[in-house]
Protein backbone atom coordinates (compact mmCIF):
# COMPACT_ATOMS: atom_id res chain seq x y z
CA UNK A 1 0.00 0.00 0.00
CA UNK A 2 3.14 2.37 0.30
CA UNK A 3 5.33 3.88 -1.81
CA UNK A 4 6.87 2.91 -4.97
CA UNK A 5 4.08 0.32 -6.30
CA UNK A 6 4.90 -1.06 -9.73
CA UNK A 7 2.99 1.17 -12.44
CA UNK A 8 0.96 -1.47 -14.03
CA UNK A 9 -0.99 -1.64 -10.59
CA UNK A 10 -2.58 1.57 -11.26
CA UNK A 11 -2.82 1.30 -14.89
CA UNK A 12 -5.63 -1.04 -15.70
CA UNK A 13 -4.86 -3.15 -18.58
CA UNK A 14 -5.96 -2.03 -21.93
CA UNK A 15 -6.44 0.94 -20.89
CA UNK A 16 -4.50 4.35 -22.83
CA UNK A 17 -3.15 7.13 -21.25
CA UNK A 18 -5.97 9.17 -22.78
CA UNK A 19 -8.78 6.85 -21.07
CA UNK A 20 -7.68 9.10 -17.70
CA UNK A 21 -10.63 11.28 -18.38
CA UNK A 22 -12.90 8.57 -19.70
CA UNK A 23 -12.24 6.82 -16.83
CA UNK A 24 -13.57 9.40 -14.35
CA UNK A 25 -16.61 10.86 -16.81
CA UNK A 26 -17.84 7.17 -15.84
CA UNK A 27 -17.35 6.86 -12.10
CA UNK A 28 -18.75 10.62 -12.26
CA UNK A 29 -21.94 9.51 -14.31
CA UNK A 30 -22.47 6.52 -11.81
CA UNK A 31 -22.01 8.86 -8.60
CA UNK A 32 -24.49 11.23 -10.02
CA UNK A 33 -27.26 9.04 -10.45
CA UNK A 34 -27.09 7.97 -7.23
CA UNK A 35 -27.19 11.94 -6.17
CA UNK A 36 -30.19 12.50 -8.49
CA UNK A 37 -31.92 9.65 -6.38
CA UNK A 38 -31.05 10.76 -3.37
CA UNK A 39 -33.41 13.06 -1.02
CA UNK A 40 -32.13 16.39 0.63
CA UNK A 41 -32.38 14.68 3.74
CA UNK A 42 -29.80 12.06 2.31
CA UNK A 43 -27.85 15.08 0.64
CA UNK A 44 -27.18 17.20 3.44
CA UNK A 45 -30.13 16.92 6.08
CA UNK A 46 -27.89 14.16 7.84
CA UNK A 47 -25.33 15.87 8.35
CA UNK A 48 -27.10 19.28 9.16
CA UNK A 49 -28.68 17.47 11.97
CA UNK A 50 -25.78 16.25 13.53
CA UNK A 51 -24.36 19.65 13.54
CA UNK A 52 -27.14 21.25 15.34
CA UNK A 53 -27.18 18.25 17.78
CA UNK A 54 -23.86 19.24 18.83
CA UNK A 55 -24.72 23.14 19.39
CA UNK A 56 -27.67 21.72 21.28
CA UNK A 57 -25.68 19.85 23.36
CA UNK A 58 -23.30 22.60 24.57
CA UNK A 59 -25.61 23.90 27.02
CA UNK A 60 -25.91 20.73 29.29
CA UNK A 61 -21.92 20.27 28.80
CA UNK A 62 -21.29 23.95 30.31
CA UNK A 63 -24.21 23.18 33.07
CA UNK A 64 -22.04 19.99 33.88
CA UNK A 65 -19.11 21.66 34.84
CA UNK A 66 -21.02 23.31 37.65
CA UNK A 67 -21.07 19.88 39.57
CA UNK A 68 -18.98 18.68 42.14
CA UNK A 69 -19.16 15.14 41.12
CA UNK A 70 -15.98 14.19 39.35
CA UNK A 71 -17.91 11.83 37.15
CA UNK A 72 -20.61 14.62 36.41
CA UNK A 73 -17.63 17.35 35.78
CA UNK A 74 -15.68 14.62 33.44
CA UNK A 75 -19.07 13.98 31.29
CA UNK A 76 -19.41 17.84 30.91
CA UNK A 77 -15.68 17.68 29.81
CA UNK A 78 -16.42 15.24 27.23
CA UNK A 79 -19.72 16.29 25.69
CA UNK A 80 -18.32 19.95 25.22
CA UNK A 81 -14.88 18.12 23.65
CA UNK A 82 -16.82 16.04 21.34
CA UNK A 83 -19.20 19.19 20.34
CA UNK A 84 -16.18 21.31 19.96
CA UNK A 85 -14.95 19.24 17.28
CA UNK A 86 -17.93 18.35 15.39
CA UNK A 87 -18.44 22.13 14.87
CA UNK A 88 -14.63 22.56 14.04
CA UNK A 89 -13.63 19.84 11.88
CA UNK A 90 -16.73 18.38 10.68
CA UNK A 91 -18.33 21.43 10.29
CA UNK A 92 -15.38 23.60 9.30
CA UNK A 93 -14.58 21.22 6.40
CA UNK A 94 -17.69 20.69 5.48
CA UNK A 95 -18.60 24.23 4.86
CA UNK A 96 -15.22 24.84 3.21
CA UNK A 97 -15.97 22.64 0.51
CA UNK A 98 -19.76 24.63 0.40
CA UNK A 99 -21.44 20.89 1.34
CA UNK A 100 -23.63 22.22 3.86
CA UNK A 101 -26.53 23.74 1.46
CA UNK A 102 -27.38 24.51 -1.95
CA UNK A 103 -26.84 28.05 -1.46
CA UNK A 104 -23.29 29.56 -2.10
CA UNK A 105 -24.19 32.63 -0.20
CA UNK A 106 -25.34 30.98 3.10
CA UNK A 107 -22.33 28.24 2.04
CA UNK A 108 -20.08 31.51 2.42
CA UNK A 109 -21.23 32.88 5.67
CA UNK A 110 -21.42 29.41 7.58
CA UNK A 111 -17.77 29.12 5.93
CA UNK A 112 -17.38 32.46 8.28
CA UNK A 113 -19.09 30.96 11.00
CA UNK A 114 -17.36 27.51 11.50
CA UNK A 115 -13.49 28.68 10.53
CA UNK A 116 -13.13 32.00 12.30
CA UNK A 117 -15.54 32.20 15.16
CA UNK A 118 -15.65 28.46 15.74
CA UNK A 119 -12.39 27.54 14.97
CA UNK A 120 -10.37 30.50 15.58
CA UNK A 121 -8.48 30.12 11.76
CA UNK A 122 -8.96 32.13 8.77
CA UNK A 123 -11.31 31.26 6.17
CA UNK A 124 -9.18 32.68 3.01
CA UNK A 125 -6.63 30.92 3.71
CA UNK A 126 -7.98 27.69 5.56
CA UNK A 127 -10.12 27.40 2.02
CA UNK A 128 -7.57 27.98 -0.01
CA UNK A 129 -5.01 25.36 2.19
CA UNK A 130 -7.03 22.90 2.17
CA UNK A 131 -9.43 23.33 -0.97
CA UNK A 132 -7.34 24.49 -3.29
CA UNK A 133 -4.05 23.23 -3.01
CA UNK A 134 -4.43 20.35 -1.10
CA UNK A 135 -7.26 18.80 -3.08
CA UNK A 136 -6.10 19.91 -6.65
CA UNK A 137 -2.20 18.96 -5.79
CA UNK A 138 -2.98 15.68 -3.36
CA UNK A 139 0.20 14.33 -2.84
CA UNK A 140 2.65 16.57 -4.67
CA UNK A 141 5.67 17.45 -3.40
CA UNK A 142 5.58 21.13 -2.09
CA UNK A 143 1.49 21.50 -3.03
CA UNK A 144 -0.31 19.45 -1.54
CA UNK A 145 1.73 16.31 0.04
CA UNK A 146 0.28 17.65 3.77
CA UNK A 147 3.42 18.45 4.66
CA UNK A 148 1.92 21.64 7.48
CA UNK A 149 1.62 18.57 9.70
CA UNK A 150 5.15 17.97 9.45
CA UNK A 151 7.29 18.96 12.46
CA UNK A 152 10.97 17.48 11.65
CA UNK A 153 12.31 18.66 14.55
CA UNK A 154 10.08 16.68 17.24
CA UNK A 155 10.70 13.78 17.92
CA UNK A 156 8.17 10.53 17.54
CA UNK A 157 6.62 10.62 20.63
CA UNK A 158 6.14 14.33 21.53
CA UNK A 159 4.90 14.67 17.73
CA UNK A 160 2.78 11.79 18.12
CA UNK A 161 0.79 11.96 21.82
CA UNK A 162 2.54 15.58 23.28
CA UNK A 163 2.59 18.33 20.59
CA UNK A 164 -1.33 17.59 19.77
CA UNK A 165 -2.17 19.19 23.11
CA UNK A 166 -0.85 22.30 21.63
CA UNK A 167 -3.52 22.56 18.53
CA UNK A 168 -5.74 24.60 20.25
CA UNK A 169 -2.63 27.43 21.06
CA UNK A 170 -1.55 27.10 18.17
CA UNK A 171 -4.55 27.01 15.91
CA UNK A 172 -5.18 31.11 16.74
CA UNK A 173 -1.25 32.22 16.78
CA UNK A 174 -0.95 30.57 13.11
CA UNK A 175 -4.28 32.06 11.95
CA UNK A 176 -3.00 35.84 12.98
CA UNK A 177 0.04 35.11 11.05
CA UNK A 178 -1.55 34.54 7.79
CA UNK A 179 -3.21 37.93 7.93
CA UNK A 180 -0.52 39.64 6.20
CA UNK A 181 -1.81 37.54 3.20
CA UNK A 182 -5.50 38.95 2.95
CA UNK A 183 -7.16 42.41 2.65
CA UNK A 184 -6.77 44.69 5.76
CA UNK A 185 -11.08 43.99 5.92
CA UNK A 186 -11.15 41.08 5.81
CA UNK A 187 -8.06 40.31 8.16
CA UNK A 188 -10.03 43.09 10.69
CA UNK A 189 -13.60 40.98 10.42
CA UNK A 190 -10.93 37.30 11.10
CA UNK A 191 -9.70 38.98 14.43
CA UNK A 192 -12.71 40.28 15.22
CA UNK A 193 -14.26 36.65 14.49
CA UNK A 194 -11.36 34.88 16.40
CA UNK A 195 -12.05 37.42 19.52
CA UNK A 196 -16.00 36.59 19.45
CA UNK A 197 -15.47 32.48 19.30
CA UNK A 198 -12.76 32.62 22.14
CA UNK A 199 -13.83 35.20 24.56
CA UNK A 200 -17.80 33.36 24.25
CA UNK A 201 -16.45 30.53 25.45
CA UNK A 202 -14.46 31.92 28.21
CA UNK A 203 -17.49 34.03 29.08
CA UNK A 204 -19.68 31.14 28.94
CA UNK A 205 -17.54 29.01 31.48
CA UNK A 206 -17.42 31.41 33.96
CA UNK A 207 -20.96 32.91 33.75
CA UNK A 208 -22.42 29.21 32.79
CA UNK A 209 -20.44 26.93 34.42
CA UNK A 210 -19.27 29.14 37.17
CA UNK A 211 -15.69 29.13 37.40
CA UNK A 212 -14.44 31.50 39.67
CA UNK A 213 -10.81 31.53 38.07
CA UNK A 214 -9.54 32.97 34.50
CA UNK A 215 -6.71 30.11 34.77
CA UNK A 216 -9.21 27.17 35.64
CA UNK A 217 -11.67 28.61 32.74
CA UNK A 218 -8.58 28.75 30.19
CA UNK A 219 -7.25 24.82 31.37
CA UNK A 220 -10.82 24.02 30.78
CA UNK A 221 -11.18 25.28 27.24
CA UNK A 222 -7.67 24.50 25.97
CA UNK A 223 -8.65 20.51 27.81
CA UNK A 224 -12.18 20.59 25.64
CA UNK A 225 -10.59 21.94 22.61
CA UNK A 226 -7.65 19.43 22.64
CA UNK A 227 -9.89 16.36 23.58
CA UNK A 228 -9.83 14.83 20.07
CA UNK A 229 -6.58 16.76 18.92
CA UNK A 230 -4.64 13.66 19.07
CA UNK A 231 -6.96 11.76 16.60
CA UNK A 232 -7.59 14.94 14.27
CA UNK A 233 -3.22 15.14 14.08
CA UNK A 234 -3.22 11.39 13.36
CA UNK A 235 -5.86 11.21 10.79
CA UNK A 236 -4.53 14.49 8.34
CA UNK A 237 -1.05 12.51 8.30
CA UNK A 238 -2.18 8.94 8.12
CA UNK A 239 -4.55 9.19 4.94
CA UNK A 240 -1.68 10.72 2.38
CA UNK A 241 1.54 10.65 4.55
CA UNK A 242 3.43 7.15 3.61
CA UNK A 243 1.54 6.77 -0.05
CA UNK A 244 2.60 7.34 -3.39
CA UNK A 245 4.44 10.95 -4.05
CA UNK A 246 4.89 13.19 -6.67
CA UNK A 247 6.24 15.91 -8.58
CA UNK A 248 4.42 19.04 -10.50
CA UNK A 249 5.34 18.11 -13.74
CA UNK A 250 5.00 13.89 -13.22
CA UNK A 251 2.16 14.19 -11.54
CA UNK A 252 -0.66 11.66 -12.74
CA UNK A 253 -4.23 12.32 -14.19
CA UNK A 254 -7.03 13.02 -11.26
CA UNK A 255 -8.53 9.72 -11.09
CA UNK A 256 -5.00 7.71 -10.43
CA UNK A 257 -3.42 10.68 -8.13
CA UNK A 258 -6.66 9.87 -5.82
CA UNK A 259 -7.00 6.51 -5.80
CA UNK A 260 -3.19 5.65 -5.49
CA UNK A 261 -2.73 8.92 -2.69
CA UNK A 262 -5.33 8.97 -0.48
CA UNK A 263 -6.51 6.08 1.78
CA UNK A 264 -9.59 4.99 4.31
CA UNK A 265 -9.69 4.22 7.63
CA UNK A 266 -12.28 2.16 8.91
CA UNK A 267 -15.82 3.66 10.32
CA UNK A 268 -15.44 4.46 14.18
CA UNK A 269 -18.82 5.60 15.74
CA UNK A 270 -16.61 8.57 17.80
CA UNK A 271 -14.43 9.80 15.11
CA UNK A 272 -17.64 9.36 12.39
CA UNK A 273 -19.59 11.65 14.82
CA UNK A 274 -16.76 14.04 15.11
CA UNK A 275 -14.95 14.29 12.19
CA UNK A 276 -17.52 12.91 9.64
CA UNK A 277 -17.03 10.01 7.25
CA UNK A 278 -15.10 11.90 4.48
CA UNK A 279 -12.22 12.34 6.73
CA UNK A 280 -12.63 8.99 7.94
CA UNK A 281 -13.24 6.02 6.01
CA UNK A 282 -14.69 8.10 2.68
CA UNK A 283 -12.14 9.54 1.98
CA UNK A 284 -10.74 8.65 -1.03
CA UNK A 285 -14.30 9.13 -2.39
CA UNK A 286 -14.30 12.76 -0.59
CA UNK A 287 -11.12 13.73 -2.33
CA UNK A 288 -12.74 12.49 -5.47
CA UNK A 289 -16.23 13.96 -5.26
CA UNK A 290 -15.40 17.01 -2.52
CA UNK A 291 -18.58 18.69 -2.65
CA UNK A 292 -20.58 15.72 -1.18
CA UNK A 293 -21.42 15.91 1.85
CA UNK A 294 -20.55 13.13 5.02
CA UNK A 295 -23.36 11.45 4.53
CA UNK A 296 -23.36 11.53 0.40
CA UNK A 297 -19.45 10.10 0.51
CA UNK A 298 -20.77 6.88 2.93
CA UNK A 299 -23.67 6.43 0.48
CA UNK A 300 -21.60 6.29 -2.91
CA UNK A 301 -18.47 4.43 -1.19
CA UNK A 302 -19.99 1.08 -3.04
CA UNK A 303 -20.15 2.51 -6.03
CA UNK A 304 -16.69 4.06 -5.88
CA UNK A 305 -14.47 1.03 -4.70
CA UNK A 306 -16.45 -1.41 -7.00
CA UNK A 307 -15.32 0.65 -9.88
CA UNK A 308 -12.26 1.72 -9.07
CA UNK A 309 -11.09 -2.81 -8.04
CA UNK A 310 -13.07 -2.80 -11.59
CA UNK A 311 -10.56 -1.36 -13.47
CA UNK A 312 -7.81 -2.22 -11.12
CA UNK A 313 -7.32 1.17 -9.80
CA UNK A 314 -5.72 1.32 -6.79
CA UNK A 315 -8.50 1.74 -3.42
CA UNK A 316 -6.19 2.34 -0.10
CA UNK A 317 -7.56 1.17 3.25
CA UNK A 318 -5.81 0.40 6.33
CA UNK A 319 -6.64 0.39 10.21
CA UNK A 320 -5.98 3.23 12.85
CA UNK A 321 -3.48 1.04 14.76
CA UNK A 322 -2.06 -0.17 11.66
CA UNK A 323 -1.19 3.05 10.28
CA UNK A 324 0.06 4.73 13.86
CA UNK A 325 2.63 1.44 14.31
CA UNK A 326 3.83 2.37 10.52
CA UNK A 327 4.70 6.15 11.70
CA UNK A 328 6.08 5.36 14.98
CA UNK A 329 8.59 2.47 12.96
CA UNK A 330 9.22 4.93 10.38
CA UNK A 331 8.91 8.01 11.50
CA UNK A 332 12.03 9.38 10.58
CA UNK A 333 11.49 8.11 6.73
CA UNK A 334 7.94 9.46 6.68
CA UNK A 335 7.68 12.76 8.77
CA UNK A 336 11.58 13.53 9.02
CA UNK A 337 13.19 13.36 5.77
CA UNK A 338 11.96 14.52 2.44
CA UNK A 339 9.77 11.80 1.07
CA UNK A 340 10.73 9.74 -2.25
CA UNK A 341 9.12 10.84 -5.50
CA UNK A 342 7.14 7.72 -6.98
CA UNK A 343 7.64 7.38 -10.31
CA UNK A 344 4.45 6.00 -12.01
CA UNK A 345 5.28 5.36 -15.52
CA UNK A 346 2.57 5.18 -17.81
CA UNK A 347 -0.26 6.49 -16.46
CA UNK A 348 0.63 10.40 -16.94
Known amino acids: MLQRRAAETLQPPGETRGSDDTLMGELSELVHRVVKNSSWWERHGVDDTIIALNFLSLPLGFLLLRSSNPFVFLLGIAILGVAHHTITVKASHLASHNALMESKLWGKLWNIFFIEVCSAFTAERGSYNHVKMHHAYTNVIGLGDSSTWKVPFLNRY ?37 FIGLYAHYWLLLNVSGFQ ?115 LDRYEELMVHAPPISELVGIQ
Open 213 to 327: STWYALGCMLITRALLAHAYIHVNIFQHIGLPMFSADKKPKRIHMMSCGVLNLPRNPLLDWAFGHSLISCHVEHHLFPTFSDNMCLKIKPVVSQYLKKKNLRYNEDSYWSRLKLF
Open 158 to 194: VYMFIAPIAVPIITPLVAIGLLTEVELRTAIRTLCCI
